[in-house]
Nanobody, 127 residues
Framework: EVQLVESGGGLVQAGGSLRLSCAAFGGTFDEYAIAWFRQVPGKAREGVSYIGKGAGSTYYADSVKGRFTISKDNAKNTVYLQMNSLKPDDTAVYYC????????????????????WGQGTQVTVSS
């Protein structure tokens, strides 16, 4: 079992940057695949980025490729999402999620495949 706590959200102007953090507590950090999702009211959660166990592969939604970067700091048991060139369409609540099973192929984009979720952090990008 792992507990996840997101932080780093806030209000930023279009073109600006934010770095989200997902701190993991419990379990063995390198045993978990971790992903970032985002959600706006009334809509389903959307996969944003994924990083595999250990030094696993990373994946990104097409809408954020070239702008967002996912990374891990194993010493801090923390996953980051560096968000640059933010757009108003990036406005959402961002969640991190973790699971011990790797999410192969398109599975990483499916929220129900993950067992553990953080509470989310709000990102608002003004035009």
């Amino acid at each position: 079992e792992v507990q996840l706590v997101e932080s780093g959200g806030g209000l930023v102007q279009a073109g600006g940057s934010l770095r989200l953090s997902c701190a993991a507590f419990g379990g063995t950090f390198d045993e978990y695949a971790i992903a970032w999702f985002r959600q706006v009211p009334g809509k389903a959660r959307e996969g944003v980025s994924y990083i595999g166990k250990g030094a696993g592969s990373t994946y990104y939604a097409d809408s954020v490729k070239g702008r967002f970067t996912i990374s891990k700091d194993n010493a801090k048991n923390t996953v980051y999402l560096q968000m640059n060139s933010l757009k108003p369409d990036d406005t959402a609540v961002y969640y991190c999620t973790a699971d011990m099973d790797p999410k192969l192929g398109g599975l990483w984009r499916i929220p129900s495949k993950y067992n553990y979720w953080g509470q989310g952090t709000q990102v608002t990008v003004s035009s």
